[in-house]
């Protein structure tokens, strides 16, 4: 049972639904470079920080599109954490209901980045508003940050992270059902080649097949490769994964091909780095497939997070949760968030936040209102707490 007041609820509900009915698609790096799909939103989540008292800088990633952090006022602890949210969203091409709505039915409110993940903002903003209507101050400096250009690879994010920020701890604001997740894999994208000799295929002893290449290559990732990632697992997210999304090569029927690509995605865990994960994968399909010849080249690489459960950012947002979403262990999640950026560049990091993933990036995403309530009740919950204790140290 939410503690929030009605009017409380009122107000996350009203301004979520505000946030939902600006549109903040971000496709791929051309449109949102071209669009600013994060303008409108963070002129809306700066004039409402300067509301409340916060003050707001402005780190831009590209023209029209930057990244917010607030601070609270007056603030002289020696710890700082933020909430965070990325105001960007998928597309919407793919949605079967109005996407930009906001209508509410079935206790629940509907529309492109209900759940993914401007709920999670509206939560923080709305808790951070309670705390300043209600005076509080805090034992840390308390923040705020939102991100642009989460959705095409945590861009912003990265972005973000080469300023010093100073800020030591951070909520990401993504759908976890409420609970305090405090790790998630990382990616590791990469295009692997085998190399053939190209002669004509009424002859093919006189040339080297290497499409016929890549069918080795994949089996030993299908039988071999694949089932040793089991003994890897992780106690909280599995074994890594790796699967083959794309293959291309050879030019025409009657040629024997002399290159083909295919497109490996690892999903990697904390403690793996993408350089030892490729030099330990070649390795072994060398010598299990010894007269190819096998390379690679790197598409694109995000760090894995793990903050330890023993962290007193993670025991004590447990702990204070606990009584609301009855919440005893941390949690992971498969997807992949901010966080990496951010935790790569030294900030303990946790994800939590209203609604399920199963419901983001859907054709008719919506956001459960029970998970709204509560979220904000938990984040208000920690601020409550902060007053009387570090929450970072
Ligand atoms: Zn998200």
């Known amino acids: 049972m939410s503690q929030l007041t009605a009017a409380q609820k009122d107000h996350v509900r009203e301004l979520l639904q505000k946030l939902v009915?600006?549109?903040?698609?971000n496709e791929n790096d051309e449109q949102g470079?071209?669009?600013c799909p994060e303008r409108e939103i963070a002129n809306v989540v700066e004039a409402f920080l300067i509301d409340i008292g916060m003050s707001v800088r402005r780190y831009p990633m590209a023209p029209g599109r930057d990244n917010l952090v607030a601070h609270w006022p007056d603030q002289t602890g020696s710890k700082s954490f933020a909430y965070q949210a990325h105001m960007d969203t998928v597309t919407v091409s793919n949605m079967t209901i109005d996407p930009f709505s906001?209508?509410?039915?079935?206790?629940?409110?509907?529309?492109r980045?209900?759940?993914?993940?401007?709920g999670s903002m509206a939560s923080w903003l709305t808790a951070l508003k309670i705390a300043k209507d209600a005076g509080w101050s805090f034992v840390d400096n308390v923040c705020f940050v939102a991100t642009c250009a989460e959705e095409t690879g945590t861009r912003g994010a990265y972005s973000l992270a080469k300023h010093n920020l100073d800020i030591d701890a951070i909520c990401i604001g993504e759908p976890t059902n409420c609970q305090v997740?405090?790790?998630?894999?990382?990616?590791?994208?990469?295009?692997?080649?085998?190399?053939?000799?190209?002669c004509h295929a009424s002859m093919p002893e006189k040339g080297h097949n290497a499409i016929h290449a890549m069918s080795k290559a994949i089996q030993f990732i299908e039988n071999t490769y694949i089932p040793s990632l089991d003994k890897l697992a992780h106690p909280l997210l599995g074994p890594p994964t790796l699967s083959v999304?794309?293959?291309?090569?050879?030019?025409a029927t009657n040629i024997v091909p002399a290159s083909c690509t295919a497109n490996l995605d690892f999903r990697i865990l904390p403690g793996q780095s993408p350089q030892d994960v490729n030099q330990q994968f070649l390795a072994s399909l060398r010598s299990a497939v010894p007269n190819e010849t096998f390379s690679t080249t790197d598409i694109h690489a995000q760090t894995p997070v793990e903050t330890p459960a023993d962290h007193p950012w993670v025991r004590n947002?447990?702990?204070?949760?606990?009584?609301?979403?009855?919440?005893?262990?941390?949690?992971?999640?498969?997807?992949?968030?901010?966080?990496?950026?951010?935790?790569?560049?030294?900030?303990?990091c946790i994800v939590?936040?209203?609604?399920?993933?199963?419901?983001?990036?859907?054709a008719t995403e919506f956001l459960d209102l029970d998970q709204l309530y509560q979220a904000t009740e938990i984040a208000l919950n920690w601020l409550n707490n902060a007053q009387s204790q570090s929450l970072v140290s």
């Not at 906001?102 to 529309?111: F, H, L, P, Q, S």
């Not at 980045?113 to 401007?118: E, P």
């Not at 606990?322 to 030294?346: H, R």
């Not at 939590?352 to 859907?362: D, K, L, M, N």
């Open 21 to 25: 009915r600006i549109n903040s698609v």
């Open 33 to 35: 470079d071209r669009d």
């Open 102 to 111: 906001a209508n509410i039915e079935d206790g629940k409110m509907w529309g």
């Open 113 to 118: 980045g209900t759940c993914d993940t401007k």
């Open 181 to 198: 997740v405090t790790c998630h894999k990382g990616t590791y994208w990469t295009q692997l080649h085998t190399e053939g000799k190209s």
């Open 245 to 251: 999304g794309k293959i291309e090569g050879g030019i």
């Open 317 to 348: 947002l447990i702990a204070s949760a606990s009584p609301i979403n009855d919440q005893t262990q941390p949690a992971g999640v498969t997807y992949y968030t901010d966080a990496g950026a951010l935790g790569e560049a030294g900030i303990n």
């Open 352 to 362: 939590f936040g209203p609604g399920s993933i199963a419901q983001a990036h859907t």
